[in-house]
C-alpha cells in the first residue's frame, strides 16, 4: 500500500470515527412542542404558584396555566405527557459538588461505612483495597473513597504501615469521607517525595509516628494535595467513564445543573471538551481553584470564554479557608467537644492564614470575580467574612453575591452580617442526617450542634440561601438536602435543632430557583416561567402533600432544554 493510500485510508478511518462517536453522544433534541398537563406544577417563581399544566416549545418554557389554557395550545404536531398527578419541578440545582467524582467507585475502592457503604473495620477497608490491587496494572495507583475513622470499630485512621500490606510495589493512599484528608503507603508517599525532613507546608500537617519524624501515613488539609492530585490523575477512558456514571446518576435523581466545584486546568477543559462533545447533557458551572488558577489570573491569561460551552459555564473562583468538622480541621472559636489527641484547647486551625485570605478575595474581587470561599467552622467565617468587608470597602460591587460555602457553625450573630454584606450562604443541611449525632456526641456538643447549617436564621435575616450534598461526600440527592432542612432529623432519630427548620417550599427553593440565583443564573432556569429553559424534573409524588416522605419520592423523568435525559417509566 503506497503511503498516499495509506493516509487517505487512515483519514478516513479517523472521520468515520468522529462521526460515530458524534452520533453515539449527540445532545438528544427536543421535540418542536409537547405539553405537560395534568399535574401538579410547582413553578418556584417570585409567588410559588401551583399550576395544572405546562407548554414548552422547542427548548423553552412557552406557557402555564389550566389544563383548559395548556391544551387550546396543541396542534397535530404536539406532544402531550399526561401527568397523571404526578408533581413536576424545575430542574435541580446542585449548589455546590465535584462532578463527576460521584462515581470514583468506578476507578477506586469504595469504603463508606453504613449508611453510606459497608465498611465497618479497618480489616475489612484492607480487604477492599486489596481487591481492588488485584485489578490495577503493576505500579499504578491503587485508591479508595469514603473512609471515615469515626465509624470504624478501631476508631481511628489507617497507618501507613497498614496500607503498606495491601501492596509494597503500588502507591496505595485512601480519602476521608470529608475530602480534606488521606492516608498513604510508604510508596505513595515516596512518589511525592514527602519523608521524615519534610515540613509541614502552610494550612496543612503531615502526622507523624509517636516519637519520631517519620511520617505515619495521614495527610491533612493542604498537605494531602500531591497525593490527591496523583490520585486523580486518570486516563482519558477512566474520566469518561466517571463522566457517563455521574451523568446517570445525576440524571436519575433530577439533576440539571451540576457543579465541579475547585477545579483544576486540566480538568476544566476535560469537561469543557465533554460538553461540546454532548457527553455531558447536564448543565455544568465549574468553579474554578484559586491555586491553580492563581498564575493565569496574575497574569491576565484566564479567560473563562476558553472553557465556557452552550450548557457550562465558568463561575464563581474557590477558596477553601478550612477543613472539616468530622475531621477535627474545621477552624473554631470555641475548642471541639471531645478533646483532639487529648488537647483540650485544639480548635482546628485555617487553611490558608489570615492575612493570605485577605490578600487572595481583595485580589479577586477587585478583578470583578465572583468568590465562593469554603468555611465550616465559626473561627474560619469570622475570618471570610472580615475578608470580604476589608475588599467590599476598597472595591464596592452591588450584588457581589458572595458565596461562603458550607457555612456550617455560623453564629447569628455572623448570619446577620452575612446579610448586611451581601454574603450568600450555601448550606451542606444534610450533616444533620450523617453526622448529626456524632457531631453532638464527639465533634461540638449539644449546644453548637442544634445550630449547624442554620436555615431559620438565614431566612430570619432575610438571606437567600441554597442547600448541597457535597457529593461525593454524601450520595447526589437533591430531595434529601431539602428533607433534611425541613426535619433535621439524624440517622439515630433525634431532632438537631428544631428551631432551625424552614418549611417545603422554602427548602424546595433552596435546590431550584435559589441555587440558581446564587450563581447569576436565575434569568434562565431554576423556576417555571416563560422563556426560561425547559429545565424540568417529574416526581413519582408530591412533597407538599407528604413531605415526610419527600426524600423516598422517585425521579421519573428529567429533561433539559425540553429533552428528556432520564425515565423511570
Do not use: C
Not at 448550606?427 to 456526641?441: E, K, P
Not at 436565575?522 to 417529574?538: F, H, I, Q, T
Amino acid at each position: 500500500m503506497s503511503w498516499k493510500t495509506w493516509l487517505a485510508v487512515t483519514v478516513a478511518l479517523v472521520v468515520g470515527l468522529a462521526t460515530l462517536f458524534s452520533i453515539a453522544t449527540r445532545v438528544p433534541a427536543a421535540p418542536e412542542h409537547q405539553v405537560f398537563v395534568n399535574g401538579e406544577v410547582l413553578t418556584m417563581d417570585a409567588d410559588n404558584r401551583v399550576v395544572q399544566a405546562l407548554s414548552v416549545r422547542s427548548d423553552r418554557i412557552e406557557a402555564l396555566g389550566s389544563n383548559e389554557e395548556i391544551m387550546a395550545l396543541v396542534t397535530d404536531r404536539t406532544e402531550i405527557i399526561d401527568l397523571g398527578g404526578r408533581t413536576l419541578l424545575p430542574g435541580f440545582i446542585d449548589a455546590h459538588g465535584h462532578f463527576p467524582a460521584s462515581a470514583l467507585d468506578t476507578v477506586a475502592a469504595d469504603l463508606n461505612s453504613p449508611p453510606l457503604g459497608v465498611i465497618t473495620d479497618i480489616e475489612g477497608l484492607l480487604a477492599a483495597l486489596r481487591e481492588r490491587a488485584a485489578v490495577v496494572p503493576e505500579g499504578e495507583w491503587v485508591t479508595g473513597f469514603g473512609y471515615d475513622d469515626t465509624l470504624l470499630a478501631e476508631g481511628r485512621h489507617p497507618t501507613r504501615a497498614e496500607l503498606d500490606t495491601v501492596s509494597t510495589e503500588h502507591p496505595v493512599a485512601i480519602l476521608h469521607i470529608s475530602g480534606h484528608m488521606v492516608v498513604a503507603n510508604s510508596a505513595a508517599l515516596a512518589a511525592v517525595d514527602i519523608g521524615a525532613d519534610t515540613a509541614d507546608p502552610e494550612g496543612g500537617i503531615i502526622a507523624r509516628r509517636a516519637g519520631s519524624r517519620e511520617p505515619n501515613g495521614l495527610l491533612e488539609e493542604t498537605a494531602r494535595l500531591p497525593v490527591a492530585a496523583k490520585m486523580l490523575d486518570l486516563g482519558a477512558l477512566d474520566f469518561l467513564g466517571m463522566i457517563r456514571a455521574a451523568v446517570r446518576e445525576y440524571a436519575r435523581y433530577g439533576v440539571t445543573t451540576a457543579q465541579a466545584g475547585g477545579v483544576p486546568p486540566d480538568m476544566a477543559r476535560g469537561l469543557s471538551l465533554a460538553s461540546r462533545l454532548g457527553v455531558i447533557p447536564l448543565r455544568l458551572q465549574l468553579f474554578p481553584m484559586e491555586e491553580d488558577f492563581r498564575d493565569l489570573i496574575a497574569t491576565g491569561d484566564y479567560d473563562p470564554a476558553a472553557y465556557e460551552r452552550e450548557r457550562l459555564q465558568m463561575g464563581a473562583v474557590k477558596i477553601i479557608a478550612d477543613g472539616s468538622i468530622q475531621g477535627f480541621t474545621g477552624y473554631l472559636t470555641r475548642p471541639y467537644h471531645t478533646p483532639y489527641h487529648g488537647n483540650a484547647d485544639y480548635r482546628g486551625y485555617p487553611a490558608v492564614l489570615r492575612e493570605h485570605l485577605f490578600a487572595q478575595v481583595l485580589e479577586l474581587h477587585r478583578n470583578g470575580y465572583q468568590l465562593a470561599v469554603h468555611g465550616n467552622g465559626d473561627a474560619s467565617i469570622d475570618d471570610i467574612l472580615d475578608a470580604f468587608a476589608a475588599a467590599q470597602a476598597e472595591h464596592p460591587v452591588a450584588d457581589p453575591r458572595f458565596i461562603l460555602i458550607h457555612s456550617q457553625m455560623a453564629r447569628r450573630d455572623q448570619i446577620e452580617r452575612m446579610a448586611e454584606l451581601g454574603v450568600t450562604p450555601s448550606f451542606f443541611s444534610a450533616h444533620t442526617w450523617y453526622w448529626g449525632d456524632r457531631h453532638r456526641d464527639i465533634f461540638i456538643g449539644p449546644e453548637r450542634a442544634a445550630q449547624i447549617s442554620p436555615a431559620a436564621w438565614a431566612q430570619q435575616a432575610g438571606l437567600r440561601f441554597s442547600s448541597h450534598m457535597d457529593t461525593p461526600v454524601t450520595p447526589m440527592r437533591p430531595l434529601q438536602a431539602a428533607w433534611s432542612m425541613v426535619y433535621r432529623e439524624t440517622v439515630g432519630g433525634d431532632v438537631l435543632g428544631p428551631e432551625q427548620r424552614v418549611d417545603v417550599m422554602t427548602a424546595l427553593r433552596a435546590v431550584t430557583i435559589d441555587a440558581a440565583w446564587q450563581i447569576f443564573q436565575e434569568d434562565n432556569r431554576g423556576s417555571l416561567e416563560p422563556g426560561k429553559y425547559a429545565d424540568l424534573v417529574l416526581l413519582n409524588g408530591s412533597p407538599l402533600r407528604d413531605s415526610h416522605a419527600m426524600r423516598d419520592l422517585a425521579v421519573d423523568g428529567t429533561w433539559v432544554s425540553g429533552a428528556r435525559i432520564y425515565r423511570r417509566r
